[in-house]
C-alpha cells in the first residue's frame, strides 16, 4: 500500500487510559478512562521502517528503539502486515504514569495505530488495529492480554473474548453508575505483579468467579445494580496482589462502607478503582481519600462516566 493523497501526511491521536480485569473480568475486561490519556502523533517519511523521535509527558524513561516500545511493536507489526511502501515516525506525549495500572502501555500502542491509521488510503477496522496494537502490549506486560487495549480502542465497558480471533463486545454500563479512580503516586510492574500469581485456581474460587463474571455482566445488561453489588468480587486475583497496595483492605473497605457497589485493584495495581451509585460518588472518593492518607499515600483521584468514545484522532494534515 503506496503514500495516497486519501491519507493525511501527520496525525494525532489521544487513547484514554483504561480499567482492567474490572476484578472479575482478569484479562478479558476493562473499561476507559478519559480524565487522562496518551497522545501519539505519527507522521510518513520516506524511509521505511518505524522511528520513535520523541517521549515527552508522564514518562520519559521508555525506550525510543521500535523493538523495545509497547507502541514502537504495535506499528512495526501494522507495517508488516499491510506491506506499508513508507516509513512511520511517532511522537509520545505520555499523560498516563508509567506502572500505575490504568493501562498506560495499552494506550500507547492503541494511539499510534489509530494515529497510523489516519495516514492510510484505505484504514483498517478497529478489530485489525485491536490485534496490532495486542502485540506492543505483549512488550510491556510479557502477555497478550486485551483487557485494556480493548477499551482504550473502543470506548465504555468492553469484554474480549479470544486472542487469536478477537471478538470484542461493549457492555452497557447502568446510566446512573460512576467510576471513582485512585492513583497512589507509585509504580508497579505489571510484570512483577503477573509473576506472583498461583497459575491454578480452585475448583470453589473458580466456581465464585465464573457467577461473579456472569451475574456481573448480566446485571450491567438488565441495569440489577444489586446482582452488580452482589457480584463485583475479585476472589482469586485481588487476594494475591493486594499486599502489593498499601492500605488495599482499608480502603476497600471504607469505599464499600460509603456505598461503593465494588471496589477492587485496577489492572495490575497500584491504582483501585470503585463503582457507585452518582449520588453516592463523592463520599466513596472521599473515603478511599481518607484511608490512604491515614496510610500514607498520595494519590491522584477522578470521578467518571462511561461515555467514552475510545481512541480518536484529535488533529492532523
Ligand atoms: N489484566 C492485566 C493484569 C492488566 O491484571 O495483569 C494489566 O494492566
New binding site residues.
Given amino acids: 500500500m503506496g503514500p495516497s493523497p486519501a491519507g493525511l501526511g501527520r496525525a494525532t491521536a489521544f487513547a484514554p487510559a483504561s480499567v482492567?480485569?474490572v476484578a472479575i473480568g482478569?484479562?478479558i475486561l476493562g473499561f476507559a478512562v478519559d480524565a487522562l490519556g496518551d497522545r501519539v502523533t505519527v507522521a510518513r517519511r520516506a524511509a521505511p521502517g518505524v522511528t520513535i523521535s520523541a517521549i515527552t509527558g508522564t514518562s520519559t524513561d521508555l525506550p525510543l528503539e521500535p523493538e523495545r516500545n509497547t507502541a514502537g511493536r504495535a506499528l512495526l507489526a501494522m507495517g508488516a502486515s499491510l506491506a506499508l511502501d513508507f516509513g512511520l515516525d511517532m511522537r509520545i506525549e505520555k499523560g498516563i504514569p508509567l506502572g500505575s495500572?490504568l493501562?498506560g502501555s495499552a494506550a500507547s500502542a492503541v494511539g499510534a495505530v489509530v494515529a497510523a491509521n489516519a495516514l492510510l488510503a484505505a484504514p483498517c477496522s478497529k478489530l485489525e488495529l485491536l490485534k496490532f496494537a495486542m502485540e506492543g502490549e505483549a512488550v510491556a506486560?510479557g502477555s497478550l492480554?486485551v483487557?485494556?487495549i480493548a477499551p482504550s480502542l473502543f470506548g465504555g465497558l468492553v469484554l474480549t473474548v479470544g486472542i487469536d480471533h478477537p471478538r470484542v463486545k461493549q457492555i452497557p454500563v447502568p446510566p446512573s453508575v460512576r467510576a471513582i479512580i485512585t492513583h497512589p503516586h507509585m509504580f508497579l510492574s505489571?510484570k512483577q505483579?503477573?509473576a506472583i500469581l498461583r497459575r491454578s485456581v480452585d475448583l470453589s474460587d473458580f466456581v465464585w468467579q465464573t457467577a461473579n463474571l456472569a451475574g456481573f455482566i448480566s446485571g450491567c445488561y438488565t441495569n440489577d445494580l444489586d446482582m452488580i453489588r452482589a457480584s463485583l468480587e475479585d476472589v482469586v486475583?485481588e487476594p494475591q496482589r493486594q499486599a502489593l497496595i498499601p492500605g488495599f483492605a482499608d480502603v476497600r473497605r471504607a469505599a464499600l462502607d460509603a456505598g461503593a457497589l465494588g471496589c477492587s485493584i485496577s489492572?495490575?495495581g497500584p491504582a483501585m478503582f470503585a463503582w457507585a451509585l452518582e449520588s453516592r460518588a463523592e463520599a466513596v472518593r472521599a473515603a478511599m481519600q481518607g484511608e490512604f492518607a491515614r496510610h500514607g499515600v498520595q494519590i491522584d483521584d477522578w470521578i467518571v462516566e462511561f461515555a467514552s468514545l475510545g481512541a480518536r484522532v484529535i488533529g492532523g494534515e
Fill in positions: 482492567g480485569n482478569f484479562d495500572g493501562g506486560s492480554h483487557d485494556n505489571t505483579a503477573r486475583i489492572g495490575a
